[in-house]
């Protein structure tokens, strides 16, 4: 399984519900289910799908679906996140009712591999099931 590193307070927003499109700056052909780490935190924090990925997109576009992205409109006036910005489409985005600790790799900045690990696929069983 893979995990995904996001910032506060967007993985926040991302567990609530509020944001489905992660935005970032490259493409990604990674589909299905991927775990959902607060960067810096060392824990596993919920889970998603990753259904698709957009872009690369213009400023327009970001403007148009702030409900997805949450970035601030006056944010987005200022310029646009990345050269080439993608939208990652996340659907399905749960927490995890106790975060799983897990071992950052060295020079991780993106994507995690995660172990299997019966402290983590317990807890997640469930969930992925709901989720492939």
């Excluded at 992660?22 to 990674?30: A, F, K, Y």
């Excluded at 935190?41 to 998603?48: E, I, L, R, T």
């Excluded at 799908?49 to 148009?64: E, F, Q």
């Amino acid at each position: 399984m893979n995990g995904l590193l996001i910032k506060s307070p967007w993985i926040e927003e991302i567990l609530a519900g509020r944001k489905t499109w992660e935005i970032r700056g490259s493409n990604t052909r990674q589909r299905g289910p991927i775990a959902l780490i607060r960067s810096t935190s060392g824990q596993v924090s919920g889970m998603a799908r990753l259904a698709n990925c957009l872009g690369p997109l213009s400023r327009d576009d970001l403007l148009k679906n702030i409900d997805k992205h949450r970035i601030p409109k006056d944010q987005l006036m200022k310029g646009m996140p990345y050269p080439k910005t993608f939208a990652w489409v996340l659907e399905d985005a749960r927490p995890l009712e106790t975060p799983v600790p897990y071992n950052h790799p060295q020079g991780a900045v993106i994507w995690v591999k995660l172990p299997d690990d019966k402290r983590f696929t317990d807890q997640t069983a469930t969930r992925l099931d709901k989720l492939a």
